[in-house]
């Protein structure tokens, strides 16, 4: 284990550090010119703004949906297992396969504008680039393939739930919003950080989303921020600059999360 954490983890993160201080002509190191051209750059700014607002909003929209399917499903009705699978489904397609899906419903003249004029609405430029609608589209799009993996962590979590304490507030005359908050919810409270602690990391490291959906600039965040600088113009410090700053941000937003769920 030793071994595979220094040859796969260790080196590479060392590797990258080293990279992000080294100066993409000269090659010497170390330097800060890479993180100063990062500052002058104004898609880095975007980028920057884009993976804080795009992972805290579609987490946000993932726990919500996450929740009320759970509860909904939770209870007994017939075609319950039915519906179940459908609200897996996203989840089963592969990434490629449903941002090729999703890129065909929000297309100029895809599934989602011919629904808005059949209904007589003017169409919308779902994903023009830096448009409200491209970074509300690439929420929506993350949002509905990953909500199954928050849906089934709460669903478990009220599945183990022991159906006395629901019935013991029922005698105790506590009505549905009550048991809720009093209840559903404390006892839920563990599973809600642990999906939002995987969620929220996994969202950090958003890439091909965002990349497919709208390109390099459409909606950017530090993933494709780095993959632009990496792809378009050689720059490899410049990459491992705005990758080091990823893993900076990842570590200083996760370890509170991490630290109150041990304590629980």
């Known amino acids: 284990m030793l071994l595979y954490f220094a040859a796969f983890l260790l080196y590479p993160a060392i590797y990258a550090i080293k990279l992000a201080l080294t100066d993409p002509f000269s090659g010497r ?27 805290a909003t579609s987490v946000a929209l993932e726990l919500v949906a996450g929740l009320a399917l759970a509860l909904f499903l939770h209870q007994r009705f017939a075609g ?7 609200v897996i489904l996203p989840l089963a397609l592969p990434e490629v396969v449903f941002l090729t899906m999703m890129r065909s419903i929000f297309a100029p003249r895809g599934y989602a504008n011919a629904a808005l004029v059949a209904a007589g609405i003017a169409p919308v430029e779902w994903l023009a680039p830096g448009s409200t609608a491209a970074y509300a589209t690439v929420v ?8 199954p993996i928050v849906f089934l962590m709460l669903l478990a979590g009220l599945a183990s739930m022991p159906p006395g304490m629901h019935e013991a507030a029922l005698l105790d005359g506590a009505r549905g919003w009550t048991r809720f908050v009093h209840i559903t919810l404390p006892w839920l409270r563990p599973v809600i950080v642990s999906a939002v602690l ?16 709208a390109g390099v ?22 990459a491992a600059a705005a990758s080091m700053l990823l893993a ?11 630290r109150r769920r041990i304590e629980e």
Request: negative net charge; without cysteine.
């Open 80 to 86: 319950r297992r039915l519906l179940r699978t459908i």
């Open 248 to 258: 900076m941000m990842s570590v200083l937003l996760i370890i509170p999360l991490l």
């Open 140 to 147: 929506l799009v993350d949002a509905w393939h990953v909500t």
């Open 198 to 213: 995987l969620r929220g990391l996994d969202a950090l490291r958003m890439f091909a989303t965002p990349l497919v959906l």
């Open 29 to 55: 190191a170390p330097v800060a010119d890479n993180f100063v051209a990062m500052w002058n750059d104004a898609l880095f700014w975007r980028a920057l703004v884009g993976n804080l607002v795009l992972p």
């Open 217 to 238: 600039e459409g909606a950017p965040v530090l993933s494709t921020y780095a993959y632009h600088q990496w792809s378009d113009y050689g720059n490899e410090p410049g």
